[in-house]
């Protein structure tokens, strides 16, 4: 009686009727899901219409992911697989940047998040911090970063430890310093950022590491997905998960 009731006083009486799954991670498991960027070029993300270009994770891929942490069964609507490094603040397609985030949960919840990286996003766009900072900020601790830059997390909740579950009530999620998770930066020439795997056989890329890479006259030249032209018909002879690892392995962007 005494567990519902605390339960109860956090709202989570209703989500405990319909049999949701309370053990659902609010923030990643930074082994599993460390983050990971496609861009760290704000003037590609904000580019109205920017993620419908590049959004690509294929249900083998989302089924994968719950397997990975633990999700045997979920209800219709529990559950989306949440970009850690959302689309819109420059994050992959990758494996390394997804987890299953419930909808249910209370107080903190994917809706709760969406609210952050759209925040992150004006932020970026408008040029009061860096993309690369939004992107290091929501993949070290997604809960640390709502409170700097929103305020404080809705319904008293405090942030979270790196994969507290969600049925522990905020008074005793004591904040702790949240692992600093290196995120990928801007292309530069000192960059040792990995991430390149062999393309399809008819020369695609696959969602995981969409950039391609080739060499011919001009050198080693890596195309985006987006912006470029050349893409669709360049045949890969290399395929990157983001920018950075393709300038690590010597391609250059087109100018």
């Keep these: 009686m005494r567990t519902f009731a605390v339960l109860a006083a956090l709202g989570l009486s209703s989500v405990l009727a319909a049999g949701y799954n309370l053990q659902a991670p609010l923030v990643p498991d930074p082994k599993l899901s460390p983050g990971d960027v496609l861009t760290s070029d704000s003037k590609l993300v904000c580019v109205p ?5 590049v959004r690509n994770v294929p249900q083998a891929l989302k089924e994968q992911v719950y397997r990975e942490y633990g999700v045997t069964s979920r209800q219709s609507g529990e559950y989306e697989i949440d970009h850690l490094i959302s689309l819109e603040l420059g994050g992959s397609n990758s494996l390394r940047n997804l987890f299953p985030e419930s909808f249910k949960t209370m107080p903190l919840n994917a809706h ?12 970026a766009c408008s040029g009061k ?20 830059y929103l305020g404080p997390l809705p319904g008293g909740a405090q942030p979270v430890m ?3 579950p969600a049925s522990l ?11 600093v998770v290196p995120v990928p930066a801007a292309p530069s020439s000192s960059s040792t950022t990995t991430g390149q ?16 890479g080739n060499a011919g006259s001009r050198g080693k030249i890596y195309h985006l997905p987006q912006g470029d032209a050349n893409y669709a018909r360049t045949h890969a002879e290399a395929c990157f998960s983001s920018a950075a690892a393709a300038q690590a392995a010597g391609y250059r962007g087109i100018r």
Aim: a negative charge; one cysteine or more.
């Design 197 to 212: 795997i062999p393309p399809n056989s008819d020369g695609s890329c696959p969602a995981e590491a969409p950039i391609k």
């Design 49 to 53: 219409g920017y993620t419908k270009t």
């Design 112 to 123: 709760v998040k969406d609210a952050l990286e759209n925040h992150l996003h004006d932020l």
């Design 162 to 164: 790196t994969g507290a």
């Design 129 to 148: 911090i860096t993309l690369a900072e939004a992107q290091q900020a929501i993949a070290s601790n997604w809960t640390t970063a709502y409170v700097k």
């Design 169 to 179: 009530p905020p008074t005793t999620t004591v904040p702790a310093q949240p692992p």
